[in-house]
């Protein structure tokens, strides 16, 4: 349950209102680190890579936790479905600002999260 709030949180989404171009989905190629991680965790970073798959890798509470998924990104959407467990759970988020150096997005409830590249 943990490791499901935690992706859940760590996951990308951002508001349209905030998009001012076209998002360019090679920038999102590579390793992004969360600026300010969630409470309880210490580090984050989610790597997308070129066909579509997506890794997440979390430290919180001395632990680290691997995640493995997949993403398509449409526009400015970013659908994302990650294996928890055995369980698969599927997001849907909106690139507010992406460039090589930065990602930012929010979810739903318009919270949001920066990102830096990871080099």
Known sequence: MFCQLLVSVLLLAPSPSLV???????????????EKPPEGVEKA???YMKDGK??????AQGQKHKFEGTY?????K?????????TEQEQKRIIAKLTDTELVTTDDEKME???????
């Not at 001012?20 to 969360?34: C, F, N, R, V």
Request: hydrophobic share 40%; glycine share 8%.
């Open 45 to 47: 970073v989610v790597e």
């Open 20 to 34: 001012e171009d076209k998002i360019d989905g090679k920038l999102l190629i590579g390793k992004w680190e969360a």
């Open 113 to 119: 999260r920066k990102y830096k590249k990871v080099k």
């Open 54 to 59: 997506l890794a997440v890798e979390v430290e």
């Open 72 to 76: 398509k990104l449409e526009g400015d």
């Open 78 to 86: 970013l659908n994302v479905k990650i294996d928890i467990n055995g």
